[in-house]
């Protein structure tokens, strides 16, 4: 066979590629325990004074409250839907008259409301990127 050695391969050692997974496996490690270090010593902290726990505790309470407001919505939707597979077709035109309409919008605009401010907190948890809910800081 052309190209390849004599020696078995188990005689040859590990290839190049398994030898750099190795050092990038131990680089890794070196960071981890370096990172755990840091958050034992208190250099690192998770939650810090721009980040207290009533700013997070206002974050779940919002994202709950927008939760069950989803699923009350959700439940009228379903129960209409319901009735008008049994042949209760006047309720489902109510829905596309006027009052439906009032409904619906009156739905959506607190569904916006509740969005808004739960992203108004989440701005306030993480001042520097509206993007992110993340309280991570570093005390060096």
């Known amino acids: 066979m052309q190209g390849q050695s004599d020696t078995p391969e188990a005689l040859r050692g590990p290839s190049p590629n398994v030898l ?13 325990l370096r990172l755990l270090e840091e958050f034992e010593s208190g250099k690192l902290v998770s939650v810090g004074a721009s980040c207290p726990y009533d700013k997070l505790d206002a974050v779940r309470e919002q994202q709950e409250e927008l939760m069950r407001l989803h699923f009350a919505l959700d439940n009228k939707v ?30 959506l605009s607190a569904l916006v409301t509740k969005v808004s401010r739960l992203y108004f907190y989440g701005s306030l948890l993480s001042p520097l990127s509206s993007l992110s809910l993340s309280c991570v800081s570093s005390n060096h």
């Open 20 to 32: 750099a997974n190795i050092d990038d496996v131990r680089h890794m490690e070196e960071k981890m």
């Open 78 to 107: 379903q129960n209409v839907a319901g009735s008008t597979s049994t042949g209760n077709r006047r309720q489902a035109r109510r829905l596309l008259m006027e009052e439906g309409r009032k409904a619906s919008k009156s739905n």
